[in-house]
């Protein structure tokens, strides 16, 4: 697939846009919003070959045009990823409206009338009605539209990954004992936690920025004045939900930190006893050591033999009792109980 033609257009957000040769349009503005269209002859048919291109064509290529070398959280692969569809079409009646939202398995929760035609808006489908707009007030409207909906869900991913982390974390506070050996696992694993969640509130506050921009362009990018209004208050749930999420990233953020400190503490401790251990070793070996010089003084090879034979053995046998059996199965108390609050 070659592309055809691309422009940059300068404008409040500046864009590029282009069409390849399969008559597949693009748009993409710098705020991260991808867009492609296609004249449709089966809806459902094309909105499968546009939702494969997207994901394995053009999101691959901006992801590595601008987020090389970037570390992208583990936990995104957990969660699904939904890219909303919208549909512009003339003279349909309300019964091929609603055919359109069966199509895509989905029902219509907002319907807007216009003053130029109308807008469904469904989950992941929004469908524009005898609009009679031009091209480019159309292209800003549908460009506002889709953002509001990417917006939204990209804000329930963030959902999804905070239940995710939290339940992680939780793993990990919920075992009252670890094995010593395991403690540097742990210690990994609760680090590569908190740089997920690290990433996540970097990215909602990059994201609020986007908001705040396209929030203040609705009055010049969305003329039809039902639309307008509509989308004002749809920006305003949007600033509440960004908050709520912000807030709620902080607490995950805490409670990951504090977990983080306490696995610190147990690693050092760890390591503190461990030392404590070698010096023990170190007393130990240091009286086997004495034994064999006593055996010395006898000026006997066979005892000299055999009390250095026993110094050699009695260390040995001490090293691996502290360090190869007993403190691999030492168990490390984490939490003896919950915390309780007042009133409870």
Known sequence: MQVKNIDYLPESINVIEGQFDNRLFFRVSEDGLIILSQPAEDPEKDAQRLEQFLNKKMINLWDNLFSRGAARPKVFDEIESRHPLLLTVSKATSAEMEKFFEIFNTIPHKKIDLEQGEVWIGENLAVINNSRFNQDVLDKAVEHLLFARVYEIQLERFVKGYEVLWNKVEGIRNQKYFQQQDLPVVHDRIL????????????????????????????????????????????????????????????????????????????????????????KLFLVSTVAAIISLGGLLMVDVYRVL?????????????????????????????FQKNIELPGD
């Open 192 to 279: 590569n936690i908190q740089n997920q969640a690290n990433f996540f509130r970097a990215r909602l506050n990059q994201m609020q920025h986007f908001l705040d921009w396209r929030g203040k362009l609705i009055d010049e990018y969305v003329l039809d004045s039902n639309l307008n209004e509509t989308f004002k208050r749809f920006f305003m749930s949007l600033h509440s939900s960004q908050k709520y999420l912000q807030e709620l990233w902080d607490m995950l953020a805490n409670y990951i930190n504090s977990t983080v400190s306490l696995i610190n503490f147990l690693y050092s401790d760890s390591e503190h006893k461990n030392l404590a251990n070698l010096q």
């Open 306 to 334: 055999v009390f250095g034979g026993l110094a050699i053995t009695v260390s040995i046998l001490v090293y691996f009792l502290l360090f190869r059996i007993l403190a691999r199965y030492k168990k490390i108390s984490i």
